[in-house]
Every structure is written in structure tokens, then in C-alpha cells.
């Protein structure tokens, strides 16, 4: 016999989002090594490079979810996302300061725009996390980028270790990691009060858990797939 679970109160639900943080891409050995200074300057460039793919397509994902939402309120509101990553004008905003890193680790703009060292397991990760977004519920494809709850500490985090650990990266290069740090957290609050206010039942409530149990693992998968890239060569 099936069990029916109630509802939980918003702070059990929150709860339970943040309980799968240890899902989350912080504790990947491949970070755990960047953070330790341990990696090269190849397999920095090959993280940088694959990152890049993932970095190219969240405006489509965000283009996505508002094409699925039906409420102005929250449309509106993530319109800012897309202008943020794309730019408000040619060689501006996040993909811009995500390129500015890849020649700090010594990509020409060339490889990496033309995706040449992208690994088919980070292309497959990414491209599901879209295909989540353009198929699912808006709200399950929301829950999703609830890793941004987690990302701010970490980028924090990499932002003092990168500096400490290859000291021919600047504090310059590293724009996107300082600029996204204080977008991250608003924009994690933000996500998180949509998430619980817009889940009115417990099997929706489920399913954003899932939605974010999925994207830890395409987070997941990136790493892997990066890093089994790296030995390869
Ligand atoms: O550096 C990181 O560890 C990290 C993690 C994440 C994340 O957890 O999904 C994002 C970002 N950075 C990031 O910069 C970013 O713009 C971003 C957007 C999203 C998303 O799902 O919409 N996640 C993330």
C-alpha cells in the first residue's frame, strides 16, 4: 500500500532542497584537485573550454523556461538572467567574461568558440539540461538551477584558491567568478521563494526535488566527463 505523504510546511521543503547539497559539484575530485592547486595547465584549459559549452547555452535554457510560463511576473523577472549572460551589448556580460578566463588559461578564442575540445559526455549533460528545461513544467525546470543556492560559497571558494594555487591567473581574469558571487545569492533567494510559493502540493513539491536531484548530476557528469578527458591525453 502506498503511503501519501502531506504537504511540507515551506521550511521542511527548503530543508529538503538544501539536504541534497552534498549531490552538489563542490565535492567532485576534479574540483576538489582544482581547488588544491593540483591541476595543470592543460586540464585547466580543457575545464575552461568544456565550461564553455555550458556557459553558451544557459540563456536557452532560461529562453526556455519563460517560453513555458505562463505568469508575466516570473517572466519578467528571468529575462534579466538571459541579458546577464549574454550582455546588454556586443563583447559585454558573462559569456563575454567567461571568454576573458579562457585566455587567461591560454585557449585562443578560436578553440574554444569552435567547441573543438568539448567532450561528448559534458555536450550530452548540457544539452539534457536544456531539453529538461524546454520539456518540463516551468516551475520543475526552475527547481533545477536551484544548484545556485550552493554555487556561492563555492565560487567564493575558487575565487581564493585559483589565486593561491597558479599564480598566472590574476584576480582580473577570474571577473566572471567576482561579478556572478554577488548575483548568485539574490538570485538563489529569488529561485528558492518561486520554488516554494508556485509548488502547492506534495507531488509537486517531489518533483522539484527530483529537478534538482537531476541537475546535480548533469553537474556531476560534466566533471566526469572533463576529467576523463584530461587522462586521455
Ligand atoms: O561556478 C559554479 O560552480 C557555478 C555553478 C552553477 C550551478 O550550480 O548551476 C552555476 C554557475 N556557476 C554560474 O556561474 C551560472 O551562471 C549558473 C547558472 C545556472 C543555472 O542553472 O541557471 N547555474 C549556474
Same mark, same amino acid.
Given at each position: !500500500?502506498?503511503?501519501?505523504?502531506?504537504? !511540507?510546511?515551506?521550511?521542511?521543503?527548503?530543508?529538503?532542497?538544501?539536504?541534497?547539497?552534498?549531490?552538489?559539484?563542490?565535492?567532485?575530485?576534479?574540483?576538489?584537485? !582544482?581547488?588544491?592547486?593540483?591541476?595543470?595547465?592543460? #586540464?585547466?584549459?580543457?575545464?575552461?573550454?568544456?565550461?564553455?559549452?555550458?556557459?553558451?547555452?544557459?540563456? *536557452? +535554457?532560461?529562453?526556455?523556461?519563460?517560453?513555458?510560463?505562463?505568469?508575466?511576473?516570473?517572466?519578467?523577472?528571468?529575462?534579466?538572467?538571459?541579458?546577464?549572460?549574454?550582455?546588454?551589448?556586443?563583447?559585454?556580460?558573462?559569456? #563575454?567574461?567567461?571568454?576573458?578566463?579562457?585566455?587567461?588559461?591560454?585557449?585562443?578564442?578560436?578553440?574554444?568558440?569552435? #567547441? /573543438?575540445?568539448?567532450?561528448?559526455?559534458?555536450?550530452?549533460?548540457?544539452? $539534457?539540461?536544456?531539453?529538461?528545461?524546454?520539456? /518540463?513544467?516551468?516551475?520543475?525546470?526552475?527547481?533545477?538551477?536551484?544548484?545556485?543556492?550552493?554555487?556561492?560559497?563555492?565560487?567564493?571558494?575558487?575565487?581564493?584558491?585559483?589565486?593561491?594555487?597558479?599564480?598566472?591567473? $590574476? *584576480?582580473?581574469?577570474?571577473?566572471?567568478?567576482?561579478? /556572478?558571487?554577488?548575483?548568485?545569492?539574490?538570485?538563489? /533567494?529569488?529561485?528558492?521563494?518561486?520554488?516554494?510559493?508556485?509548488?502547492?502540493?506534495?507531488?509537486?513539491?517531489?518533483?522539484?526535488?527530483? $529537478?534538482?536531484?537531476? +541537475?546535480?548530476?548533469?553537474?556531476?557528469?560534466?566533471?566526469?566527463?572533463?576529467?576523463?578527458?584530461?587522462? +586521455?591525453?
Amino acid at each position: !500500500m502506498s503511503t501519501v505523504h502531506p504537504m !511540507m510546511s515551506p521550511a521542511e521543503f527548503t530543508a529538503a532542497l538544501r539536504g541534497l547539497s552534498p549531490r552538489y559539484w563542490g565535492t567532485h575530485p576534479f574540483h576538489q584537485r !582544482m581547488h588544491a592547486g593540483e591541476l595543470n595547465e592543460h #586540464e585547466l584549459k580543457l575545464w575552461a573550454a568544456n565550461r564553455w559549452y555550458y556557459q553558451c547555452v544557459l540563456p *536557452r +535554457k532560461d529562453a526556455a523556461i519563460i517560453s513555458n510560463c505562463p505568469v508575466p511576473e516570473i517572466r519578467r523577472q528571468w529575462l534579466d538572467r538571459i541579458v546577464y549572460h549574454d550582455g546588454p551589448a556586443e563583447g559585454e556580460g558573462g559569456i #563575454e567574461r567567461w571568454l576573458h578566463l579562457c585566455a587567461a588559461v591560454g585557449l585562443t578564442r578560436e578553440e574554444v568558440v569552435d #567547441e /573543438r575540445h568539448v567532450a561528448p559526455g559534458v555536450r550530452f549533460a548540457v544539452d $539534457a539540461y536544456v531539453t529538461f528545461a524546454r520539456t /518540463r513544467p516551468w516551475v520543475e525546470a526552475i527547481a533545477s538551477g536551484l544548484t545556485e543556492m550552493f554555487a556561492g560559497h563555492l565560487m567564493q571558494r575558487r575565487v581564493t584558491d585559483v589565486l593561491a594555487g597558479y599564480p598566472w591567473i $590574476a *584576480r582580473d581574469d577570474l571577473a566572471y567568478f567576482t561579478n /556572478r558571487i554577488d548575483k548568485v545569492s539574490g538570485e538563489g /533567494r529569488d529561485t528558492l521563494d518561486i520554488v516554494v510559493r508556485h509548488c502547492v502540493d506534495r507531488e509537486q513539491q517531489e518533483k522539484a526535488l527530483s $529537478a534538482l536531484s537531476f +541537475k546535480c548530476d548533469v553537474l556531476w557528469s560534466m566533471l566526469d566527463a572533463v576529467e576523463r578527458a584530461a587522462a +586521455k591525453e
